[in-house]
């Protein structure tokens, strides 16, 4: 599996971005995916998480701000990111899982400007 991830950039606070990761390979139906950040200096946290069946979860801090979505013909996961603030600034990182396995993409960076 291949993940590919794009839309980062620089915005200003308040501002909006979305995340897009195409997976290719050899996908399955039952799997995970989810979005994750590193910010310099610190350690990589789970941002959003799309598990089969529809089910979310995000952290506290992007909760209400943040929404994932998935086209599942396309397989493409979404990270739709409004209200962005400073603290939002990092490395973004796209995960599939399935099988025991899991894919990380390249990572996509978003620097928020106050």
């Known amino acids: 599996v291949q993940l590919q991830a794009s839309g980062g950039g620089l915005v200003q606070a308040g501002g909006s971005l979305r995340l897009s990761c195409v997976a290719s390979g050899r996908i399955f139906s039952i799997n995970v995916m989810g979005w994750y950040r590193q910010a310099p200096g610190k350690q990589r946290e789970s941002v959003a998480l799309?598990?089969?069946?529809?089910?979310?979860n995000y952290a506290d801090s992007v909760k209400g701000r943040f929404t994932i979505s998935r086209d599942i013909a396309k397989n493409t996961v979404y990270l739709q990111m409004n209200s962005l603030k400073p603290e939002d600034t990092a490395v973004y990182y796209c995960?599939?899982?399935?099988?025991?396995?899991?894919?990380w993409g390249q990572g996509t960076q978003v620097t928020v400007s106050s």
């Open positions: 995960k599939h899982s399935q099988l025991g396995m899991d894919y």
């Open positions: 799309l598990i089969r069946g529809g089910s979310t």
